[in-house]
């Protein structure tokens, strides 16, 4: 018997647990890819006269390169610079999130302990769980090329596009393979492999961001940064114009190396345990922690941190890099007409990184908040609830930390811009007290959102985590940074609450959104409180 | 004597094809310890949390220290403790952060009693949740519930995964609680912890109470065994009324006999001219598997693995 004997029937095993999930991933994210296709496509076939113009705002404006790379003037190349980081996000998180699910949260609820008992190799699990997540990459790959070819894209093109976007589901499959063995927790598993996620993004987008364009500003050439990140080797692939494979092989042969590693590491330990070393802690609880407020506060506080130095990192990066957006001038600053650009340039690329910000800082609320579907599912609610504290006052300390943390999160972002901007551009009080502003007028379009997941966890409890996550990607999309250019009508983008946050500091903030939003967010967080107070407990058996 | 716990005619559905508990009725007296018994899936836990108002009951009355569960769920807390039958606690809190947690949460606890138990149970409280064995983490549950100084404990399957000295430690505590007139509701698989503590029990079935009373009345509602010698043979006895598994070999037989039949049965065997005979009322076991193994879902080998027997 090798470390591998079994490896066959946990593949098959791990298929039939997710036979709803992967294809739910993957066809979610090739139906954004071909509807938006579709969209811009057909826009630019009416108008064949701005594909130009509109690639070199992309190309000139750093701003822009932030989200990828567009080289040459054709429709496929322009889309995906439009949806290529939220797909490769998407790809990367749906490839950790199945190998943790099959390695570390198998092992951490005692389902490891059973497999390994029967004969089954050391190694089978974590074979098993890269195999299932390479496949669905694999298939991803096909059918997000597919979905460009079927609107009418180049098929070469197509074709690279899709494994663009793959590749950066089959590095991070790598990542998951190792953070599963280092964390002894699925979160705390996910979490690192998070971490590295925004790393990557970063490295890509400063690799851009001070990469140089080229005489016909159609081409960018991206400083080495960029080369350090999966994200970046995608982009690297360059679809539709030079449509060069190689880049790939850097992906899977960084694949091979963490699966080697990981397979090390699997040797080095036991069965439930990480290689991090478990502490004793305290025999007494802080007064601190003795409140359901104080208590969620302590649950979360290891992944706000995570979050807060993420935000802080990309905060002080986009702030260095006001002084190059000052000095843009022609199609370049057309884009931030959106954010009130055509009043004050540098204000409006404030305005933008603050709604990027702002989206980031909804999805930490997010995953924050669905924790209440996981309390309940979990059983760890029942011995809160058998106390004297009543479903409101354990809904209310949720809702106090989101906005705590969401508050402390964007507040984070907005003095780190401040740093470097004003380190850049001089006098950083008034910057301060602008971006601060602006930071604030973010809460409530994220408070909506909240509200919107409360409702789903109490209205919708088994639903409630794949379709929390499908607003969010939807209102990103209706959202200002997406949605104007998709040419979709204005009663639909409205449907977003991103679409009312005001365009501070570009331009002076005015009250009846934020009111707007601040009387949705509390209708729905009021529904699904009231919701809650009615309904049965969802407890496990 | 007033009712702790009053319960009468609870329904619960879950769903419109699975019906939890039909018509149940349930009744803990103060200062009382009230055995909860009945095979898996038998509605147990299901009770317990429409008693704690997690779950809301369908029809029926249900009294729980004088209030609504349900709707003065706060209230109540205060004055009970909960130990759930599956103890899923906070991975990265440490058992003595969660003991102080859930007694604070409650109204407050007694250090000089947390310190006490802690040392009974063999208790170490600096380690995290996720590092304590599972009987470890039964442990932190019930140190926790028992450091409350309240009027009810509400214990769900509470010394699954305790090692036998443990066992002997709880089974003191609950001793010493209903010596003090606390009310406990106790549900267990473990006959001899119910027969050492419980001064009442009710028997479970399918949703349903099927039995309740002291284990006296129980075995007088149950049939008795009879193995009985005679100078003429026994064969007739197979044909009496009231008579069951009845196995004869000539002038001897053993069988059992249903409890309003046992006069009439004895008329017949005085006819046959009784040499020997020994009666024998039926033991725990035998009282609960008829229960366990009637019950209409499960499958009765299945069902009687469950039950631990006596020593």
């Keep these: ?541 | 004597m007033s009712a702790a716990i009053s319960v009468s005619g609870l329904v619960k559905d879950f769903g419109s094809r699975t019906r939890a508990l039909d018509h149940l009725d349930l009744e803990v007296m103060t200062g009382e310890v009230h055995g909860f018994l009945g095979p898996n899936g038998a509605g147990k836990t299901t009770t317990i949390r429409v008693l704690l108002g997690l779950l809301r009951a369908d029809e029926g009355q249900v009294d729980l220290l004088g209030g609504d569960p349900w709707r003065d769920a706060v209230a109540l807390h205060r004055r009970l403790a909960y130990v759930p039958g599956e103890v899923n606690l906070w991975p990265n809190l440490t058992g003595g952060e969660v003991i102080d947690l859930l007694g604070d949460l409650r109204g407050g606890s007694d250090p000089s009693r947390r310190e006490e138990l802690l040392e009974r149970f063999q208790l170490d409280p600096t380690k995290k949740i996720r590092a304590y064995s599972k009987g470890n983490r039964q442990k932190v549950a019930l140190v926790a519930a028992f450091c409350s100084d309240v009027e009810l404990y509400l214990l769900d399957e509470p010394t699954s995964g305790l090692d036998p000295l443990m066992e002997a430690v709880f089974q003191e505590v609950v001793q010493e609680l209903r010596a003090s007139g606390r009310s406990i509701l106790l549900s267990s698989h473990i006959l001899s912890e119910v027969e050492a503590l419980c001064d009442r029990v009710t028997i479970i079935r399918a949703g349903r109470a099927a039995e309740s009373g002291t284990f006296d009345e129980l075995r007088h509602l149950t049939r008795t065994s009879v193995v009985v010698d005679t100078a003429k043979p026994l064969e007739p006895v197979t044909g009496w009324s009231g008579v069951h598994d009845a196995r004869v070999q000539d002038g001897h037989a053993e069988f059992s006999v249903d409890p309003g039949e046992l006069n009439h049965v004895l008329e017949h065997l005085v006819e046959l001219e009784v040499r020997s005979m020994v009666t024998s009322p039926p033991t725990l076991e035998e009282l609960f598997l008829r229960h366990y193994d009637d019950d209409v879902t499960g499958s009765g080998a299945g069902v009687a693995a469950e039950v631990v027997p006596t020593p």
């Design chain 1, 1 to 541: 018997m090798s470390g591998f004997t079994g490896t066959m029937r946990l593949v098959r095993l791990a298929l039939r647990r997710d036979r709803i999930t992967l294809p739910a991933w993957i066809l979610g994210m090739t139906t954004f890819l071909a509807a938006t296709t579709a969209l811009f496509a057909d826009g630019y076939t009416k108008h064949p006269q701005l594909l130009v113009p509109d690639t070199r705002v992309v190309v000139e404006n750093p701003g822009m390169r932030v989200l990828g790379l567009v080289t040459g003037r054709t429709i496929g190349g322009y889309t995906l610079h439009r949806d290529a980081l939220t797909l490769a996000v998407l790809a990367a998180l749906m490839s950790v999130f199945a190998v943790v699910r099959h390695t570390r949260q198998a092992e951490e609820l005692g389902r490891e302990e059973i497999l390994g008992a029967g004969v089954v190799g050391r190694y089978a699990s974590l074979t098993a769980s890269v195999i299932v997540a390479l496949a669905a990459n694999v298939v991803l790959a096909a059918l997000l090329g597919l979905g460009m070819i079927v609107t009418g894209q180049p098929i070469s093109g197509s074709l690279v596009a899709g494994v663009s976007i793959a590749i950066v589901g089959v590095a991070f499959t790598g990542v998951a393979a190792v953070t599963s063995q280092l964390a002894s927790t699925t979160r705390g598993a996910s979490g690192l492999a998070a971490a590295a996620l925004g790393g990557s993004f970063l490295l890509a987008a400063l690799g851009n961001m001070l990469g140089t364009v080229d005489a016909a500003a159609l081409r960018v050439t991206s400083a080495w940064p960029a080369w350090l990140s999966p994200i970046g080797w995608g982009q690297q692939m360059r679809p539709f114009a030079d449509n060069l494979w190689w880049p790939a092989g850097l992906s899977l042969v960084s694949l091979g190396l963490l699966s080697w590693a990981a397979v090390l590491l699997v040797g080095r330990r036991d069965v439930g345990r990480g290689l991090l070393p478990e502490r004793r802690g305290d025999a007494h609880a802080r007064p601190s922690l003795l409140s359901p407020t104080g208590l969620v506060w302590r649950l979360q506080r290891g992944a706000l941190l995570g979050w807060a130095i993420g935000l802080f990192g990309f905060g002080l990066v986009f702030g260095a890099l006001s002084e190059q957006i000052r000095g843009l001038e022609g199609d370049a600053t057309e884009w931030y007409a959106t954010f009130g650009g055509d009043v004050d340039l540098l204000g409006a690329y404030w305005a933008s990184m603050l709604q990027i910000a702002g989206t980031a800082v909804a999805a930490y609320v997010v995953t924050f908040l669905l924790r209440l579907h996981h309390d309940e599912a979990q059983g760890t609610l029942e011995p809160v609830l058998g106390t004297a504290v009543s479903r409101l006052r354990w809904l209310a300390a949720y809702a106090v930390n989101a906005l705590v943390g969401a508050t402390l999160l964007i507040l984070l972002f907005a003095v780190a811009v401040t740093i470097t901007g004003g380190l850049v551009l001089g006098d950083p009080a008034p910057l301060l007290l602008d971006l601060v502003g602006a930071a604030l007028v973010q809460l409530p379009a994220i408070g909506v959102l909240g509200g919107a997941v409360l409702v789903l966890v109490m209205l919708a409890p088994r639903w409630s985590v794949g379709m929390s996550w499908t607003l969010v990607v939807l209102t990103i999309i209706l959202g200002p940074m997406f949605g104007p250019s998709l040419g979709l009508p204005t009663w639909l983008l409205d449907v977003s609450p991103f679409t009312h946050v005001p365009n501070a500091p570009a331009v002076p903030i005015s009250m009846g959104p934020v009111l707007g939003l601040v009387a949705a967010c509390t209708l729905l967080a009021a529904a699904g409180a009231l919701a809650l107070h009615h309904r049965n407990l969802a407890l496990p058996a």
